[in-house]
């Protein structure tokens, strides 16, 4: 079977350019990968060398999988 590499690569990316395609700094998916592997389906990632390889599909699980925590309340002032 024959690829079209343009198209593949219309669905693939590397973890630096997913997070800021979800608009997090560069580093953020290597760190989540990192400490939340179960966030991420097996099947949509790839590691080539130093560089880890996700599709589309991965990124659109690990949207709908991630737990996103709330924001931090301010201490209330008491005075």
């Known amino acids: 079977m ?3 590499l ?3 690569r219309k669905e693939l990316y ?3 350019d997913a997070s800021i395609k979800l608009g997090k700094k560069p580093n953020y998916l290597n ?7 179960d966030w991420f389906h097996p099947d949509t990632i ?3 060398g130093r560089e880890n390889i996700i599709s589309e599909e991965g990124i659109n ?3 709908d999988n991630a ?9 209330a002032d008491q005075g």
């Open 6 to 8: 343009t198209v593949l």
């Open 46 to 48: 790839m590691h080539i």
């Open 31 to 37: 760190q989540m990968f990192k400490l939340h592997p």
């Open 14 to 16: 590397t973890f630096k």
């Open 67 to 75: 737990s996103i925590r709330a924001a931090k309340k301010a201490p």
């Open 2 to 4: 024959k690829y079209n």
């Open 61 to 63: 699980f690990y949207k």
